[in-house]
């Protein structure tokens, strides 16, 4: 069944059959072909206690226990666009006053529902796009790099994050739906709250 608009899920990372992530998020929209995610600032969520990109990777590709805390978000407003069976979202940021700050093409593996959320996984390759959408750029090419040679990734997956991400990129500077319309003037219904993780975030089926 569709999430309501204001219902809090939790968008989850799942490795190894284990939570590695946990982000509480806004519903949106959650449509048969598209899903909408409000994550504010001030939203506590749980992730791996590494510090660092590096630190970050090569326990993702070795570890097979550890533990998650919980961290305050604190940078950014995001709006983020999924679509079903795509191998990406495409994120907006805004600062804490509402100014745009960029478009992000988020590689990750599509989107899984399940009782309480969805799950998923980062691929670590990103694609950051100026919020006037005049130019872009790559991100994280390393932390892929780095991955492969601890073989988290195979030597043919930065190519094919790259075609996932080119794909993304394309709908928002192509202006597909939803990016048919201006999202910079975007606000939340000032109703919703601030997302908590909801009960069961910690449950993985299996």
Same mark, same amino acid.
């Given at each position: 069944?569709a999430?309501?608009?204001?219902?809090?899920?939790v968008l989850?990372?799942?490795l190894?059959?284990r939570?590695?992530a946990?982000?509480? /998020?806004?519903?949106?929209?959650?449509?048969?072909?598209?899903?909408?995610?409000?994550v504010?600032?001030?939203?506590?969520?749980?992730?791996?206690?590494?510090?660092?990109?590096?630190?970050?990777?090569r326990?993702?590709?070795?570890?097979?226990?550890?533990?998650?805390?919980?961290?305050?978000?604190?940078?950014?407003?995001?709006?983020?666009?999924?679509?079903?069976?795509?191998?990406?979202?495409?994120?907006?940021?805004w600062?804490?006053?509402? #100014?745009?700050?960029?478009?992000?093409?988020?590689?990750? #593996?599509?989107? #899984?529902?399940?009782?309480?959320?969805?799950?998923?996984?980062? *691929?670590?390759?990103?694609?950051?796009?100026e919020?006037?959408?005049?130019?872009?750029?790559?991100?994280d *090419?390393?932390?892929? *790099?780095?991955?492969?040679?601890?073989?988290l990734?195979?030597e043919?997956d930065?190519?094919?994050?790259?075609?996932?991400?080119?794909?993304?990129?394309d709908?928002?500077?192509?202006? *597909?739906?939803p990016?048919?319309?201006?999202?910079?003037?975007?606000?939340?219904?000032? /109703?919703w709250p601030?997302?908590?993780?909801?009960?069961?975030?910690?449950?993985?089926?299996?």
């Open positions: 069944m999430f309501a608009p204001g219902t809090a899920v989850r990372e799942i190894r059959r939570v590695w946990a982000r509480p /998020a806004t519903v949106v929209e959650d449509r048969d072909d598209l899903q909408m995610f409000y504010p600032i001030g939203m506590r969520w749980r992730a791996p206690d590494a510090d660092g990109h590096e630190a970050l990777i326990t993702k590709a070795t570890s097979r226990s550890w533990s998650l805390v919980e961290r305050t978000w604190t940078a950014t407003h995001v709006l983020s666009f999924a679509w079903p069976g795509a191998g990406h979202a495409v994120l907006h940021f600062d804490e006053d509402w #100014r745009p700050i960029a478009w992000y093409v988020n590689v990750q #593996r599509p989107l #899984r529902r399940f009782a309480v959320g969805f799950d998923t996984l980062d *691929e670590d390759l990103d694609l950051v796009v919020p006037d959408r005049s130019s872009w750029r790559w991100k *090419e390393e932390d892929v *790099e780095l991955g492969t040679s601890l073989g990734y195979a043919d930065l190519g094919r994050f790259r075609d996932e991400g080119a794909r993304g990129r709908r928002l500077l192509a202006r *597909e739906p990016f048919d319309r201006e999202w910079a003037g975007w606000r939340p219904d000032p /109703a601030v997302p908590t993780l909801p009960v069961g975030w910690d449950r993985v089926a299996g």
